[in-house]
């Protein structure tokens, strides 16, 4: 049972635009996430994280979003990048962190 | 070092031997975690440490996989009589609190 969700395998956006990347949970007793970007033959890093007393938190051209009440967070990037290409994890920070199944950004000029 | 470190970056086994693969988690770490990547998919989870102890080893696939974590720090992920669906990354994390920080992983493959 997937209880952290990625349902976009797959998103493609031009340079310069925005990217949002979307993640649902099902466990409301969940209080931080993350998200990781991932690139090929390396582990993933640590992205930009938010917790539940807050609805956005802002780094750079990186932006996360909560709504609690929809149990959904979005990760939107602007302006997207050509480095900004690779496989982009949330997770929600338990005992352990569970990921969802990754969006495979393309950021193309 | 200042990074998780795993060893080896990349295995090649045949089928039906053990395998070792080995965790060094960031200084004063007390939390390690071993997840999974199998191709096209996501992070699976496999088990956690707390110290020396493994409050949650849920996501271990089955009892040919085993883990232990000696002195709170290196850790050792043991695949016994290795199957072709054991090829994967394995990726260690470790962590002091919220979030974690990843090792550049293993690459298994079982021929």
């Known amino acids: 049972d997937q209880q952290v969700k990625q349902n976009s395998p797959s998103l493609s956006v031009q340079e310069g635009r925005i990217s949002i990347l979307n993640c649902d949970y099902t466990n409301s007793m969940f209080d931080y996430f993350l998200w990781y970007k991932k690139y090929p033959a390396e582990g993933p890093t640590f992205l930009i994280s938010i917790s539940s007393i807050k609805d956005k938190n802002e780094d750079g051209r990186f932006t996360v979003f909560l709504n609690k009440s929809a149990k959904h967070l979005s990760l939107h990037i602007v302006p997207s990048q050509p480095g900004d290409s690779a496989v982009y994890f949330c997770a929600a920070d338990t005992d352990k962190l569970i990921f969802g199944t990754g969006t495979r950004l393309q950021v193309f000029p | 070092g200042a990074g998780v470190s795993q060893s080896p970056s990349n295995k090649v086994t045949e089928k039906g031997k053990d395998v070792e693969l080995r965790c060094d988690p960031i200084s004063g770490h007390t939390a390690l975690y071993w997840y999974r990547q199998s191709l096209g998919q996501g992070l699976e989870f496999l088990i956690y440490?707390?110290?020396?102890?493994?409050?949650?080893k849920s996501g271990l696939p089955s009892d040919r996989f085993s883990a232990e974590r000696t002195g709170g720090s290196v850790s050792t992920l043991t695949i016994q009589r290795t199957q072709q669906e054991d090829s994967a990354v394995y990726l260690c994390?470790?962590?002091?609190?919220?979030?974690?920080?990843f090792g550049q992983g293993t690459r298994l493959t079982v021929v």
């Open positions: 440490f707390q110290g020396n102890s493994a409050p949650d």
């Open positions: 994390a470790s962590s002091l609190g919220s979030g974690a920080f």
